[in-house]
Each structure stands twice: as structure tokens, then as C-alpha cells.
């Protein structure tokens, strides 16, 4: 499956913005869905996955309450809706595909898409 990440840009604190993750070359309820973030000099971190039916997601405890994850496995398109972001949100996000379609704690990517930055001012 091949993913196209898109909708960053910049915005400031207590803005909102929101991602949108396409998928192309598999039908999306194969995967479970996640994004992840990378803010500079930092390591890539989990942060929201939403199971294949949508039934189910999680997310790192920082944004819980501010972003949601969504998903439209006709329109073969994941979504993060970010608010009340902070600066500390900076970073490139990227979504990713998990093929083995475990419980969310064990979400490891198969596919990744490329990143999209997002980047908050204070």
C-alpha cells in the first residue's frame, strides 16, 4: 500500500489543524492505521492509531483530549484532527499502515507514508 500524507503547515498556539493520510494500492481495512511524529533532534514517536474497523483507537497520553483519529475505509483515508495545539507539537508527521492488524499496544508499522510538518508558533 502506498501512503500520501498531507495537510500540514503552520499555525499558532491553540490552533487547529488537520492530516489527512490517503492510501492507494490496497483496500484500507486491510491495516491498522497510525501516525507518529518526529520533532527535530528527537526520535520518532507514536502518537494515535485507530484499529481497521474504527472501532478502536489509542493515543500517547500528551495529546489525548486534542487529537483524533479517524477513519474512512471508502474514501481509503486515515485522519488527525489536531486542537489546541501547542509548540511542543512541532514536528514532521507521518502515517503509517500496520499489516497485522493486532490490539493497538502492538501497533508496528508496515508501510510508511512521507511526512507532512506541522509547525506550531507560540
Not at 61 to 79: C, E, L, P, Q
Not at 89 to 96: F, G, K, M, N, R
Request: glycine share 12%; with cysteine; net charge positive.
Amino acid at each position: 500500500v502506498q501512503l500520501q500524507a498531507s495537510g500540514g503547515g503552520l499555525v499558532q498556539a491553540g490552533g487547529s489543524l488537520r492530516l489527512s493520510c490517503a492510501a492507494s494500492g490496497r483496500t484500507l481495512s486491510n491495516y491498522n492505521m497510525g501516525w507518529f511524529r518526529q520533532a527535530p533532534g528527537k526520535e520518532r514517536e507514536f502518537v494515535a492509531a485507530i484499529i481497521w474497523s474504527g472501532g478502536s483507537t489509542s493515543y500517547i497520553d500528551s495529546v489525548k483530549g486534542r487529537f483524533t483519529i479517524s477513519r474512512d475505509n471508502a474514501k481509503s483515508t486515515v485522519y488527525l484532527q489536531m486542537d489546541n495545539l501547542n509548540p511542543k507539537d512541532t514536528a514532521v508527521y507521518y502515517c503509517a499502515a500496520d499489516a497485522m492488524k493486532l490490539h493497538l499496544g502492538a501497533f508496528r508499522p508496515t508501510y510508511w507514508g512521507q511526512g507532512t510538518l506541522v509547525t506550531v508558533s507560540s
